[in-house]
């Protein structure tokens, strides 16, 4: 079935570092994919996404490019606020979203 | 536009009780989703279902667990007899599509088990 895997957390990064979450997963197909965020307290929002191979999703200045000879899609920042702080969820979707067991982002001051 | 409404937002039940939490997608979407958190752990699908029709309940325990999204009014995942280890965050996602579309979540229903 559907799996994706994440990079363990939690990442502590401080203000304007670069940051990459590593993402891969292994599908049946070529499914859509998905990083959601998740901050205390709150459900999961959409992120960014991307639907087909070499597509590029980008939002709030994260990046993610969908990967397909590497199975990968990995998160980008270049450079991260205290607010970036929470959790990240990568998920490849066909009929169901598959999420990963979600990357912490601490950023300090 | 309301989003996803989850009801309610925490529940504190003991172990051998009923629990039921309840879900209202968002206006025209025909998709919900359940998923379960268990502390510092990642989502964990439950069961998918489309009006009055169960899609993929692959992620459900066997027993005491059902869920059900009838013509009118919200889904439904109940929870009979919980046991401690039933403590988690439930969410609830919807969505117009199904597939691969987005899902919109909600903000969860927190059971604990005394």
């Known amino acids: 079935g559907d799996s994706v895997t994440q990079m363990e957390g939690p990442v502590t990064l401080s203000e304007e570092a670069f940051l990459t979450i590593n993402c891969t997963y292994t599908?049946?197909?070529?499914?859509?994919l998905f990083w959601y965020v998740q901050y205390p307290g709150e459900g999961l929002q959409l992120l960014l996404k991307?639907?087909?191979?070499?597509d590029k999703g980008s939002n709030k200045g994260f990046e993610a490019t969908y990967r397909k000879e590497t199975t990968s899609f990995h998160l980008e920042k270049g450079s991260v606020q205290v607010s970036d702080s929470a959790v990240y969820f990568c998920a490849p979707g066909f009929q169901k979203l598959v999420f990963g067991t979600g990357t912490r982002l601490l950023v300090s001051p | 536009n309301a989003g996803v409404m989850q009801n309610p937002r925490h529940l504190v039940r003991r172990r051998g009780q009923e629990a039921r939490l309840r879900c209202s997608p968002m206006k025209g979407h025909s998709h919900v989703y359940w998923y379960r958190q268990l502390p510092e752990e990642g989502l964990k699908f439950m069961v998918y279902l489309q009006k009055e029709n169960i899609i993929d309940e692959s992620g459900m325990p066997k027993e005491r667990f059902s869920a059900e999204f009838p013509k009118e009014g919200p889904s439904i995942l109940r929870i009979q007899q919980v046991v401690r280890g039933d403590s988690a965050a439930y969410f609830c996602?919807?969505?117009?599509?199904?597939?691969?579309?987005?899902?919109?979540f909600g903000e969860g229903s927190r059971l604990t088990v005394l």
């Open positions: 991307a639907t087909k191979a070499d």
């Open positions: 599908a049946t197909g070529y499914p859509s």
């Open positions: 996602a919807s969505s117009s599509t199904g597939g691969d579309g987005e899902l919109f």
